[in-house]
C-alpha cells in the first residue's frame, strides 16, 4: 500500500508511543513507525502488556498497530525510509559537570541528530516533540547542515500531553503548536505537519508560530502550571497555621473567571518527569542571559514544592510522638498521579526515603506503579513491602499517608482499615481527597493538607 506520508518517531516513550498512536488512529492513510534504542520497551510496545499504563491506550494500539503503526528497533533503515521525523527522545536534568542540576541533559538529543545526519539520503522534514530549551532547534539545524547533499527543515512541535489522560489529552487537544523557520521550505514544512494535526484537530486549535516561541511556550506553560500549584501549596501551609481551610480558599479564589479553578487542590506537591526538570531548564537558561531575578522567581517554585514535601514528613513526625522508629506505615500511591504507572519525580519516592531514613517500615500499594515503586526504592536500606490490595496493606499499619489521588482510595472501606490498625491510628492526607469528617468519626486521627487536624488527643 502506498501512504499518503511514512512518519517516523524516535523515542518510544511516554510522549513517542501515545503521540505516534494516535496519528495512527487519526490518519489512516499514514504509515507511523516508532524507534527506539530500548529494545525491551520495543518489545514491549509489540506485546499485549505495553510499557506504560495510559487509559484507553490498549484500545488505540489494538486499533492501529501492525495496520499503520509499526515499532521498531531499526533506527537506520528508519531514518532512511521515513521523510518526517519526530524525534521524542527524553531530555532529563543534567547531573555532571557545567549546569549539573539545572539544565537539560541533551545527549540523547544530539546522538539522535547526528544518528539523521548519518542515515539520511534524502530530504527530511525534522520536528522537535520533547520539551526542549529555546534555540535548541539552532543547534539541530547546525549539526544536520554537514550534509550538504541532503536538505533538512526543523521544526518545533511540543507535547502537551498530560500523562493519566493523554489519549484524552490527544485525542482533544487544547491546542497543537507547530514552530517553524519563516522561510519558503520551512512554510512548506509547517503545512505538511498542520496537514497530518487537521485529520482531527480543528484548525483554529492548531497554532503556528516562530520556532523560538514554540520552544519557549512549552516550557512556559509547564512552569506555569506548576507555579500554580506551588501558590495553592504554599498558602496550604498559611492555613494550616491560621486554623483556615484551603479547600473553601481555593474555592473562593477559583471562582474568579480571570484565573479559573483547575490546578488548584493543595496536595504534598508535584512529580512528574517534566515539571521539576523544564523549571529547571528554564532557571538556568535565565541564569545563562544573565536574567537573575527571573530566574529567582522561578527557582522559587521549585523550593515550594520541595518545602511542601518537607512539611509533610514534619507534620508526620510530629503528629506521630516524634518516633516513627518501629511503625508500620501504608503509603496509598506510589505514582505522580493517578491514572498512570509513572513514578519519576514522585513525592512518593522522597516521602518513603525520608520514612525508611526515621526507621520506619513502609508499605507500599498502588494500582499501577508497583513495579517501577520497587526500582525506584532499589538497594535503599530499610524494610519495605509491596501489596497490592489496600486493605491489606494497611493491616497492622500505626499510619496511612494518601500520597496518589487514585479514584478506588476514596472508596476504600475505611472501619474495616481502621479495626485492623494499630491504635491511635493516624491517615494523612496527601491528596485532599477523603472525607475527613468521616474519618475522624471511625477513630482516625486526620491530617489533610492545608486544613485543621482532627484529633482525639
Ligand atoms: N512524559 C510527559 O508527560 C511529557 C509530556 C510532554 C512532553 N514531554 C517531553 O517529551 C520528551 C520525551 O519524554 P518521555 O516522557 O516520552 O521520555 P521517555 O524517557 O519515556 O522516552 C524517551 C525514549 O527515548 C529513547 N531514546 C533515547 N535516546 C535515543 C536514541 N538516540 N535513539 C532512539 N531512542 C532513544 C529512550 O530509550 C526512551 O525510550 C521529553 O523531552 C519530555 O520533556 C514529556
Given at each position: 500500500?502506498?501512504?499518503?506520508?511514512?512518519?517516523?518517531?524516535?523515542?518510544?516513550?511516554?510522549?513517542?508511543?501515545?503521540?505516534?498512536?494516535?496519528?495512527?488512529?487519526?490518519?489512516?492513510?499514514?504509515?507511523?513507525?516508532?524507534?527506539?534504542?530500548?529494545?525491551?520497551?520495543?518489545?514491549?510496545?509489540?506485546?499485549?502488556?505495553?510499557?506504560?499504563?495510559?487509559?484507553?491506550?490498549?484500545?488505540?494500539?489494538?486499533?492501529?498497530?501492525?495496520?499503520?503503526?509499526?515499532?521498531?528497533?531499526?533506527?537506520?533503515?528508519?531514518?532512511?525510509?521515513?521523510?518526517?521525523?519526530?524525534?521524542?527522545?527524553?531530555?532529563?536534568?543534567?547531573?555532571?559537570?557545567?549546569?549539573?542540576?539545572?539544565?537539560?541533559?541533551?545527549?540523547?538529543?544530539?546522538?539522535?541528530?547526528?544518528?539523521?545526519?548519518?542515515?539520511?539520503?534524502?530530504?527530511?522534514?525534522?520536528?522537535?516533540?520533547?520539551?526542549?530549551?529555546?534555540?535548541?532547534?539552532?543547534?539541530?539545524?547546525?549539526?544536520?547542515?554537514?550534509?550538504?547533499?541532503?536538505?533538512?527543515?526543523v521544526l518545533s512541535n511540543p507535547e502537551f500531553l498530560s500523562e493519566g489522560t493523554a489519549l484524552r489529552d490527544l485525542e482533544n487537544p487544547d491546542r497543537v503548536l507547530i514552530g517553524y523557520r519563516d522561510t519558503e521550505s520551512g512554510i512548506m514544512a509547517r503545512d505538511t505537519i498542520v496537514e497530518i494535526y487537521a485529520h482531527w484537530v480543528p484548525q483554529e486549535r492548531i497554532i503556528t508560530s516562530s520556532i523560538w516561541s514554540s520552544e519557549l511556550s512549552k516550557l512556559v506553560a509547564n512552569a506555569f502550571l506548576a507555579q500554580r500549584i506551588s501558590s495553592i501549596n504554599a498558602i496550604s501551609a498559611l492555613c494550616e497555621r491560621a486554623d483556615a481551610d484551603i479547600t473553601e480558599v481555593a474555592t473562593v479564589v477559583g471562582m474568579d473567571s480571570r484565573l479559573g479553578n483547575k490546578f488548584l487542590n493543595a496536595s504534598v506537591g508535584f512529580g512528574g518527569s517534566c515539571f521539576k526538570k523544564d523549571i529547571l531548564s528554564l532557571v538556568y537558561l535565565c541564569r545563562h542571559y544573565g536574567l537573575n531575578e527571573v530566574a529567582d522567581y522561578w527557582e522559587g517554585v521549585v523550593k515550594i514544592n520541595q518545602y511542601q514535601n518537607d512539611r509533610f514528613i514534619a507534620n508526620m513526625l510530629s503528629a506521630m510522638f516524634n518516633t516513627l522508629t518501629g511503625k508500620r506505615i501504608c503509603l496509598l500511591g506510589f505514582a505522580f498521579k493517578a491514572n498512570t504507572g509513572d513514578t519519576r519525580e514522585s513525592p512518593a519516592i522522597v516521602i518513603a526515603g525520608r520514612l525508611l531514613e526515621e526507621q520506619a517500615e513502609v508499605v507500599i500499594s498502588d494500582p499501577k506503579a508497583l513495579k517501577n515503586a520497587g526500582a525506584d526504592l532499589e538497594g535503599i536500606a530499610g524494610k519495605i513491602s509491596y501489596v497490592l490490595d489496600p486493605h491489606e496493606a494497611a493491616q497492622g499499619c500505626h499510619a496511612v499517608a494518601v500520597l496518589t489521588e487514585w479514584d478506588i482510595y476514596r472508596d476504600l472501606d475505611f472501619q474495616k482499615i481502621y479495626d485492623n490498625m494499630a491504635k491511635p491510628a493516624f491517615i494523612f492526607d496527601g491528596r485532599n481527597i477523603l472525607d475527613h469528617k468521616r474519618l475522624f468519626e471511625i477513630g482516625f486521627n486526620v491530617y489533610p493538607i492545608g486544613k485543621p487536624a482532627l484529633t482525639h488527643f
Open positions: 500500500m502506498k501512504y499518503e506520508k511514512n512518519i517516523l518517531c524516535i523515542g518510544a516513550g511516554y510522549v513517542g508511543g501515545p503521540s505516534m498512536a494516535m496519528i495512527a488512529y487519526k490518519c489512516p492513510t499514514c504509515k507511523v513507525t516508532v524507534v527506539d534504542i530500548n529494545h525491551q520497551r520495543i518489545a514491549a510496545w509489540n506485546s499485549d502488556d505495553l510499557p506504560l499504563y495510559e487509559p484507553g491506550l490498549d484500545a488505540v494500539i489494538a486499533a492501529t498497530r501492525g495496520k499503520n503503526l509499526f515499532f521498531g528497533a531499526d533506527i537506520e533503515a528508519g531514518i532512511r525510509e521515513n521523510d518526517i521525523i519526530f524525534v521524542s527522545v527524553n531530555t532529563p536534568t543534567k547531573v555532571f559537570g557545567v549546569g549539573a542540576g539545572m539544565a537539560a541533559d541533551l545527549q540523547y538529543w544530539e546522538k539522535t541528530a547526528r544518528q539523521i545526519l548519518q542515515y539520511s539520503q534524502s530530504p527530511k522534514i525534522v520536528i522537535e516533540k520533547g520539551t526542549l530549551p529555546v534555540k535548541t532547534a539552532l543547534a539541530m539545524e547546525r549539526i544536520l547542515s554537514n550534509n550538504k547533499t541532503v536538505h533538512f527543515d
